[in-house]
Structures are given as C-alpha cells and as structure tokens.
C-alpha cells in the first residue's frame, strides 16, 4: 500500500542530510510527475553477502537475478582501496568485493527491468541514476552491470571533484573518470571547541554508566610526536585524502559504523579509539552506515580536528580527532 511520507521515514533509516539532499529530488519528481526507482539493495542483504556470499540472497526479493565478482579493473581499483586498511585479508576482501557487486547488480537490474517495461509500452525515458561515484567512475560498477543488460543504451558518466577553491585555475581529473566532470566546494564544518578529555553525551540513565574501558582523547606519552624532518602532507595535497587510520567492519548492517580494526600511530588510535567502537556521528553528523561515513570523511579536511561520537559498552563520548590521510585512489 501507500506511505506518506512521515510513515516512510518512521519506518526506514534516512541518512542524516536526507532533508538537505535527497528531499529535494523527490518533491522535483513529485511536482513533474516523474518516476522514482529505490533501486539499491537493502543493506540487510548486502551485509549478509559480505557474510555468506551472493548465494545466501539469490532467488529473494529486491535482490539481482545474477551477480557476480571478475577480477577486473573495478576489481584492482577495490582492493587498492581496500588495501589501504590495516587487516585487511585477501579472503575478507574478496567478501566485501562481492557485497559491492551484488548492489551494482541489483541496481543496474532495477533501472533495465524498468527501462525495458517502458520500452515495451513504446516509451524511451531518460534515466538519472544518483549514487556514490564508486558506482559510476570510470563506467565501473553498475554502469558497466547496465551496459551488459542493455548494450544499446546511450549513457553518460558524470562525475564530482571537491576543491577548495572553484576560482583558482583549471582542475586536474582523470580522463577516463567519467564524460562530465563537476568542480564542487569543499563542504565547510564549523570548528569543534577544544576539550582536553572526552566528555559522556547525556543518554539517559546510560550516560552516568562508566565504561569498562575509559576513553581518553589524548594520546599516551609514550607515543612520540611526529619529528620535525618529516611534516604531515599538506592538507590540499591532491594526492592525498582524508582518513582516520581504522577499518570499518563492513559486513555489519546496525545504526553507525562498527570499527574493525585501528592502525597503529594513526588519527583513530592517538584519539583513543578501539576496534569494537561504533562510530555514532562524525563531525556532528548522525552516521547511518559505512557508505554514509565513508562519504561524510570525504568531506573532512585533512590536518582538522574533528568530533567524532563513538559508543562502546553502551556508552556514548566525543573525541577529539585530528583527520590524517592516505593515498587518493582513483
């Protein structure tokens, strides 16, 4: 049956900006009379294919009929990303890889099932599919999954680059990042104030429960500080992005982001956070899941310090974290 909208929102898990960001494209829709697809996979399912494998979802509903995995280059690009991530084993990557696949497929599925419905009713829609750029750049992802459904299709890529400065000069992408290429401002977060220890958030009868294992934001004294011959990357490096030095656990599908793992000497470990946290909000931003945080640390500015909520053992704190940075992948 039909949802209003408060109905729908009561009932599902909105990403914090939906207001800001996704509402808009719906009232557009609304008010021309066009068709919105909710084409992605449920993250229910795709964490239980980073658990279980395709296998464990095929022949279900709101799922691909077919998925699969080829070691390509989206494949190379993924575990390089990956790769990055303290941890990390070829066997776990390859469960994570195919969580990714089999959203590609669910979604380039949902769109050519639609588009050859229409084209049976003798109409030629034009689609605009919206979806995090690792989806798309480079026609990888779902865009090659709907290419190989619908090879006469006629599509574009457009892609999105965040500088500092939209006025200063020409901007560099890759060539083969998509047919477009967006030059957008660097979001700006307002600046936390300074606490010297991290600080309950009040919760309830949970907030005056002391953790088993304290939280400090500072780091331990027998870290030493980085030596003066080796200065932190500069922040508008454009080989670098932002990063905490963690590894989410993405086959868990709960409110926030689980932390798998911490780097060693990284932002996340010097902060005091643990592997086992659940990362609540960033930056002052409710986390809904990986995707959510992955794409609001893109955001962040490499060398600032940052709020970060981490709950552990029932209890929520605020760190402090300064963003590092790791090598940009394309």
Not at 20 to 46: M, Q
Not at 98 to 107: I, R
Not at 141 to 157: F, Q
């Amino acid at each position: 049956g039909l949802l209003d909208e408060q109905s729908f929102l009561a009932q599902s898990r909105p990403w914090a900006n939906y207001e800001r960001d996704y509402r808009p494209v719906v009232e557009f829709a609304k008010a021309h009379n066009l068709v919105v697809l909710a084409a992605n996979l449920p993250r229910p399912l795709a964490s239980r294919v980073a658990k279980e494998g395709f296998a464990a979802v095929a022949g279900g509903p709101h799922v691909a009929r077919e998925s699969t995995a080829p070691e390509d280059d989206y494949w190379e690009w993924f575990r390089s990303t990956m790769g990055s991530h303290p941890g990390v084993t070829e066997e776990r990557m390859r469960s994570f890889y195919a969580a990714q696949c089999a959203k590609d497929d669910t979604m380039a599925e949902s769109i050519t099932d639609h588009l050859k419905e229409r084209r049976a009713a003798g109409d030629k829609p034009l689609v605009v599919f919206v979806c995090g750029r690792g989806h798309s750049d480079h026609g990888w992802g779902t865009v090659a999954r709907i290419k190989s459904r619908m090879p006469d299709l006629d599509v574009r890529v457009l892609s999105a680059e965040m500088v500092a400065d939209v006025d200063i000069g020409p901007m560099v992408a890759p060539k083969t990042v998509g047919d477009y290429v967006i030059a957008s401002p660097v979001v700006a977060h307002d600046e936390p104030s300074p606490v010297a220890k991290a600080k309950p958030v009040e919760k309830g009868p949970t907030a005056t429960k002391p953790a088993t294992k304290p939280i400090d934001a500072k780091p331990t004294e027998a870290k030493p500080a980085v030596p003066a011959a080796q200065p932190e990357p500069a922040a508008d490096d454009e080989n670098l992005q932002p990063a905490l030095g963690l590894m989410p656990d993405y086959a868990e599908s709960g409110e926030g982001v689980k932390v798998e793992s911490v780097r060693g000497g990284g932002a996340a470990e010097k902060a005091g956070i643990e592997a086992g946290d659940v990362i609540v909000a960033l930056a002052g931003t409710k986390i809904t899941d990986v995707q959510h945080y992955s794409d609001l640390l893109k955001e962040q500015k490499i060398g600032a310090s940052i709020t970060v909520r981490v709950r552990r053992e029932g209890v929520e704190v605020d760190l402090q974290v300064k963003v590092g940075s790791r090598p940009r992948t394309r």
